[in-house]
């Protein structure tokens, strides 16, 4: 099968059919028809069959889609067929909250360390791992061949560490501080601005008022 | 001063022009040019003097941006220049973070009560606020009149829990649960699904590494 280019706009849809394919598994299911799996997901049965197509076009006329097949295959495209080590800078409530998270482990984001610069967390056990001083960040980078980190510190120091997080390997930057990091065009930034989602709500909430007036 | 349709691409990135805003700001800025605010942006200046024109061209011809002015203005379009009260759903790692995050409180997001099932939770203070058991919910939505919750609990409660919020008058939900939420046209969501964002992350990651090849 020759490589297609995906569009960024079904890259964006990716992960939501994953995680829909992923419950119906969990269900026993074992075929799903775009019909089907249109009204799951509220796209239309052409969007899907379209989506779908980019990856070789797993339905059959008639049988609709192998769903663990499908599952594999996406989970290939998104680089979560294999297991990725990752670190978390941050040993804070949002730290520890992506720490304890069990679906990460279970699509292979293996959290091998936690770093905070508080010797009043420094050797806590959280999740799988535990917290570790930030001066052993490098150390800790080079012996696990860590490409992921998620930065959950205030933007002030995150600037700096994530310098050192790409000088140590990293190439991909999951970032919940509120900056926009610079970064070299051969790392990736993932942006989680918490207050931004927050404000969008709170925009979208004044809509529905002023519709109403 | 007529009323304009503003469109989804700015408001998408009004977030981000409020936060630079308040940046410059904080560091006791005062005007700002367009080509000076495109530079720290990463965005063209015509792109950002078309998007400000939105909100009634702030910029004076050789004066730049009034950067309070236009601050003020922005909070208005996003509905932060009045209070809201807010309710976080789950007193687990998540509900924690968003319940200390200081940064909401000084948006005018004010968290009046955390709710969880788990009576070693309930009755924990945290942030400004404490744990209430789930019964409570009705009450107090009622009681400080909330529009928005915080859903930070596993999908199979979660669905039931917003059901419950929209019939006490909660009009915007932010879900953190990795569920898609069916809510009345009246009523808005904002998603937050984390697993998602990572795999994107990951996606791209995998990317890096192909175009290496």
């Keep these: 099968m020759a490589k297609k280019e995906i569009s960024q706009a079904v890259i964006q849809r990716l992960p939501r059919y994953y995680r829909y394919l992923?419950?119906?598994?969990?269900?026993?299911?074992?075929?799903?028809?775009?019909?089907?799996?249109s009204k799951r997901m509220k796209l239309t049965a052409s969007q899907i069959r379209q989506d779908l197509n980019n990856f070789g076009g797993f339905g059959q006329q008639g049988y609709g889609y192998n769903i663990k097949n499908l599952h594999d295959e996406i989970a290939k495209i998104l680089n979560i067929d294999e297991e990725h080590n990752m670190i978390i800078i941050g040993a804070g409530h949002l730290g520890q909250a992506l720490a304890n998270y069990t679906n990460f482990r279970k699509r292979g984001f293996i959290i091998k360390a936690i770093f905070d610069k508080d010797p009043a967390v420094i050797g806590k056990h959280i999740?799988?791992?535990?917290?570790?001083?930030?001066?052993?960040?490098?150390?800790?980078?080079?012996?696990?061949?860590?490409?992921?980190?998620?930065?959950?510190?205030?933007?002030?120091?995150?600037?700096?560490?994530?310098?050192?997080?790409?000088?140590?390997?990293?190439?991909?930057?999951?970032?919940?501080?509120?900056?926009?990091?610079?970064?070299?065009?051969?790392?990736v930034i993932e942006n989680v601005h918490l207050s931004e989602s927050l404000m969008r709500l709170s925009y979208r909430v004044g809509e529905i008022y002023r519709d109403k007036k």
Tied chains: 1, 2.
């Design 127 to 187: 999740g799988d791992t535990e917290v570790f001083p930030m001066e052993r960040i490098d150390e800790i980078i080079r012996t696990y061949d860590v490409k992921l980190a998620a930065v959950c510190i205030p933007k002030a120091p995150a600037v700096k560490v994530v310098e050192q997080l790409i000088a140590d390997g990293v190439v991909g930057i999951w970032n919940f501080a509120h900056v926009d990091l610079e970064v070299p065009s051969n790392v």
């Design 22 to 37: 992923g419950d119906l598994m969990d269900q026993g299911v074992e075929r799903i028809s775009s019909n089907e799996l």
